[in-house]
């Protein structure tokens, strides 16, 4: 809150702006350091999960049996690894189109609400003087009957027949089909 026309009562800053700038400055390295550490730390436990997940391989020395062995294992494992990373990706993408629309929903929502107009309904000064007197004849007086009433237009409905039947006919094999059936 400042307030021009009165000097006594503007708020004065409680630092100084070189005190502001510098607190700034620290707190902008500080920023800086802590995004370097968590770099760091995210290559070391991804070098930690590799040497958990896939040890180093000792090929010198093995059969051809022991080779193919490896292979169909490592085979095994890639295959379970491509299973959860599909099924994490259909859970992303899920969640990412549930997520569009849901804010879909809200703009939508935001953008397009408007208060309708509201129609005055007329009230007699019979109505008006009565319910100064007596409030129950304001809840008395019957609002419904002043308003308009809609018509619905009845809805065509079209014959719903059996197809079975209409096939036949609209094939044209009725005296085909008998003569077929006689000669068998």
């Known amino acids: ?38 770099e760091e730390d995210k290559v070391v436990e991804r070098e930690n999960a590799l040497k958990q997940n896939a040890p180093p391989l000792k090929l010198p020395g093995l059969s051809v049996q022991e080779l193919q062995e490896l292979c169909k294992d490592l085979h095994r494992k890639i295959d379970v690894v491509d299973e959860t990373r599909y099924d994490l990706e259909i859970k992303v993408s899920r969640n990412e189109t549930e997520i569009a629309s849901l804010n879909q929903k809200v703009i939508s929502l935001k953008g397009k609400m408007k208060r309708p107009n509201l129609k005055r309904v007329k009230k007699t000064t ?59």
């Open 126 to 184: 019979d109505d008006m003087f009565g319910a100064i007197s007596d409030p129950s004849k304001l809840m008395k007086s019957d609002f419904k009957a002043n308003l308009k009433t809609v018509k619905k237009e009845e809805e065509k409905k079209e014959e719903v027949t059996d197809w079975r039947k209409n096939v036949e006919a609209m094939s044209g094999m009725e005296g085909r089909k008998k003569l077929f059936n006689a000669n068998q």
């Open 1 to 38: 809150m400042s307030f021009p026309h009165l000097p006594h009562l503007q708020k004065k800053p409680k630092y100084s702006a070189t005190r502001r700038l510098l607190l700034k400055c620290k707190i902008l390295k500080k920023g800086e350091k802590l995004l370097l550490q968590e």
